[in-house]
């Protein structure tokens, strides 16, 4: 059963739900995001019950405005319990201080920020500093001095965050401030299929343009990504499924990787893959399975027989976000045409509307082993050279 929600639903997910006639809840945002009868609705009410009827069900969301739904109608499971183990962050390194003893984290009010200079030298630095409820990178901050400490103590308040966004999604009224985990950064979508056990479906790292960069402009999966870091993550996620008792459960996971291997979650995102139908989406064009479908039937990849015609071609989901400095009512339009020239094979483009959200779209791309440097280039870019005025 599947639950569609603004902000995005992708051509490539309904067409899945579609072909493999997937259940739809009937909610008014999936109504006004897919206008098509012939789909295989449900109306609220009975996923409700037939939901409620199933020891452990198969739901999907697009997005976390989704969550909403969850929390109003599946009261009488387990699943709203479970959902806000891991969407807080709070309780999700509560839940395991005992697999990371020696992890430094604090809870913080919005409005102790600003008063908290007193105590920031009691805080081991670096830290992140984060709503514990958020999306998309918003109010994070990496403090490695107090000079940025006091950077972010101007920009974390209510007028400053203001958010598109339910607040069961993201709520800035609480932060989490932890300790900065050293290493490489990857996401990963998974799930746990109806008998606990962890099924990997993609594994991206997540490129950084400097050591304060927190967007999300580029992710990249490739054969040796994932043949590296598999079996690891799977041991790494077992202990976190037994104790949440997860199955049937799909996430998205964010994880920092150090020079000796160890590895530290960062956040788990759950009911979902990545947001916007991003690395859900990649699977099939990188590796030419279908994520959503693997979820919904239990099946698991066989890497083996996907890379066996494969190089060690690199996949990537570039978010066009504007750090440009230029204000969306000084641009007339982004020039897709001219950066269609300077990547060397784009799979797909996704524009979206630069006035309503913080970007321009989002690409998924084909590199050569090889030519790493494009990527590279538009990972430092400011995307000014695309911007027309």
Not at 187 to 192: E, K, P, Q, V
Not at 268 to 280: L, S
């Amino acid at each position: 059963m599947i639950l569609i929600d603004h902000p995005y639903v992708s051509d490539f997910l309904v067409r899945t739900i579609k072909e493999n006639n997937f259940e739809i809840i009937s909610t008014k945002e999936a109504r006004s995001l897919i206008n098509d009868d012939s789909m295989n609705w449900i109306s609220e009410n009975d996923a409700k019950n037939k939901i409620l009827n199933s020891p452990n069900p198969l739901i999907y969301t697009n997005s976390e405005n989704s969550l909403t739904w969850i929390f109003n109608y599946l009261k009488e499971t387990n699943l709203p319990q479970q959902i806000r183990l891991f969407k807080d962050k709070i309780k999700f390194r509560e839940l395991t201080k005992d697999l990371f003893p020696d992890f430094l984290f604090r809870k913080v009010k919005i409005d102790d920020i600003q008063t908290l200079d007193l105590d920031i030298d009691e805080i081991k630095m670096p830290f992140i500093i984060k709503p514990s409820l958020g999306f998309f990178s918003i109010g994070v901050h990496i403090v490695r001095n107090k000079s940025d400490w006091y950077t972010a103590q101007k920009e974390l308040n209510y007028d400053n965050l203001k958010s598109i966004y339910p607040k069961e999604v993201m709520d800035a009224s609480t932060f989490i401030i932890e300790e900065y985990i050293e290493g490489e950064e990857f996401a990963i979508d998974a799930y746990f299929n109806n008998d606990g056990e962890v099924v990997i479906l993609n594994i991206l790292h997540h490129m950084f343009s400097s050591g304060t960069d927190v967007s999300d402009r580029v992710y990249s999966t490739s054969q040796s990504i994932i043949r590296k870091y598999k079996e690891s993550l799977e041991e790494f996620l077992k202990p976190i499924g037994k104790k949440a008792n997860l199955k049937n459960f799909p996430l998205h996971i964010e994880v920092r990787i150090d020079e000796k291997g160890v590895i530290k979650p960062i956040e788990i995102n759950p009911q979902r893959f990545g947001g916007w139908c991003t690395t859900g989406d990649l699977s099939w064009y990188a590796f030419n399975f279908n994520s959503y479908q693997y979820f919904f039937q239990n099946k698991k990849p066989n890497w083996d027989e996907i890379f066996k015609n494969k190089k060690d071609e690199i996949y990537s989901i570039v978010l066009l976000n504007n750090n440009s400095g230029f204000k969306p009512s000084e641009i007339s339009h982004f020039d897709f045409d001219m950066l269609e020239q300077d990547l060397e094979n784009i799979l797909v483009t996704r524009k979206l509307d630069f006035n309503k959200f913080p970007a321009f779209g989002i690409l998924f791309t084909e590199t050569s082993e090889g030519n790493e440097r494009e990527l590279k280039e538009i990972l430092n870019s400011d995307l000014s050279k695309y911007i027309r005025k």
